[in-house]
């Protein structure tokens, strides 16, 4: 039996489960104070919209240099992908492999699971309720990985900085690819599981 | 440490087998109600129906936490005072320290990205080993401190925007790349976040919020 069925809900803060006030549009959770809803409210529709934002910026992010690198024999732009060719051709391919899976694999990954995770729980589908918890664990923990390339371009633009030889800066790509990480993080937080299970009640309840 | 209990469902018309004192939860991630079991020491509460843990044992949790996050504060003072790395190129030197690169990147009109890195790699850090120092000291000598529960939803909050793991991998891709072209020397502060690394993992997995719920009153 679901807390939601038995007129209860649970704090998401600290997990006190109290009995649903259905007509307190802003009931407090009577141990820690925070906000409490049966499910996250509007969940669906906002991290539609944040996903969406994601994946329009996700274009820049990957055709914009994110690190420009000018010296006295030009400059030179990287973008994310370039970047992972640099090091796999500079021989240091496991690295290649661990922010090619960070920058590329990952921020992928996230979108289609998202909108996969969103789709079938619009859809209200039955299907494998287990497994799709599962993925959204999954692209909770990971997409923090994708600020890797943010880090290496603010690491190597603060050290780089040599007026006579060589200069790095941060290029466009890194702030969009910067927001589709933050974005994708946020899609993540709204996106509320226990609707992935609200299906399973729909005739067994 | 792996020892898991599988929480018993809780079916409509069962309520007459609770045990007195065991509380009711849900679980945060499919909304079935269970109740708590008692657990082993060091184990872990699962969902029984989508897997999630529910919580945890973690024995002498705030004197294992505060230990941790002290360790951690210190570590994360010479990551912020002294450079992470130092560059030799044709005899020019230059060193970069983390509010060094965050301001470098301000200068280049990159506010966004410099506030990006600035959050995850140095704010969110810092509130979060503050807020545990503030509340793990006086909960080891049994007080509650003012505004706990306060503290505690501000370092939840965060908790996912503290990013020192991806922060410690980005300075040796940068390492591997500066290499090629340039000396390069690890500073004090690259063994520093290494280290807060792990120190800051284990201040959270020695962190129960059990404990800290347990001493806050319920009022209806």
């Not at chain 2, 849900?26 to 969902?47: F, I, T």
């Not at chain 2, 810092?126 to 807020?131: K, R, T, V, W, Y």
Request: proline share 6%; net charge positive.
């Amino acid at each position: 039996m679901t807390a939601s069925a038995a007129g209860l809900l649970a704090c998401e803060a600290c997990g006190l489960v109290s009995r649903a006030q259905p007509h307190d549009a802003h009931q407090v959770c009577a141990r820690c104070g925070s906000h409490v809803h049966l499910r996250k409210p509007h969940s669906i529709e906002r991290t539609w919209a944040l996903l969406i934002a994601a994946a329009v910026m996700y274009i820049p992010a990957n055709v914009l240099p994110v690190m420009v690198t000018g010296s006295f024999l030009g400059t030179e732009e990287d973008t994310i992908l370039s970047g992972v060719v640099y090091l796999w051709v500079s021989g240091s391919w496991p690295l290649a492999l661990v922010v090619f899976i960070a920058s590329i694999t990952v921020p992928m990954l996230k979108l289609i699971a998202i909108a996969l995770l969103l789709i079938t729980t619009q859809l209200r589908l039955r299907w494998r309720p287990r497994d799709r918890t599962k993925l959204y664990r999954m692209v909770e923990f990971v997409g923090r990985w994708s600020m890797l390339d943010i880090f290496v371009v603010a690491i190597l633009a603060g050290l780089v900085q040599i007026q006579s030889l060589a200069t790095i800066r941060a290029g466009l790509g890194a702030v969009a690819f910067g927001s589709v990480v933050v974005l994708t993080m946020i899609a993540a937080m709204t996106f509320d599981p226990r609707l992935i299970w609200d299906a399973m009640e729909r005739d067994d309840g | 440490m792996s020892d898991s209990a599988i929480n018993p469902p809780l079916n409509p018309g069962s309520s007459s087998e609770a045990a007195p004192g065991a509380s009711i939860i849900a679980c945060l991630e499919c909304d079935l109600l269970q109740r708590e079991v008692a657990l082993p020491p060091g184990g872990k509460a699962c969902c029984p129906r989508c897997g999630a843990d529910l919580y945890r044992d973690t024995p002498n949790s705030i004197d294992r936490t505060l230990a941790f996050t002290l360790a951690a504060v210190v570590l994360f003072v010479l990551a912020n005072t002294f450079p992470i790395v130092g560059l030799d190129i044709k005899g020019h030197h230059n060193a970069t320290t983390l509010i060094g690169a965050v301001h470098t990147l301000y200068q280049q009109d990159k506010f966004l990205v410099a506030s990006l890195v600035f959050v995850t790699a140095i704010l969110a850090p810092a509130i979060q080993l503050a807020a545990l120092t503030y509340m793990m000291l006086p909960l080891r000598r049994g007080r509650v401190p003012r505004g706990l529960a306060l503290v505690f939803r501000l370092m939840q909050a965060v908790r996912p925007w503290g990013m020192v793991e991806v922060l410690m991998l980005g300075v040796l891709v940068s390492l591997v790349k500066l290499a090629a072209i340039a000396q390069v020397i690890p500073g004090v502060a690259l063994w520093s976040v290494a280290l807060l690394m792990f120190m800051v993992a284990a201040a959270s997995a020695a962190f129960n919020p059990r404990d800290v719920w347990a001493r806050l009153p319920v009022t209806p």
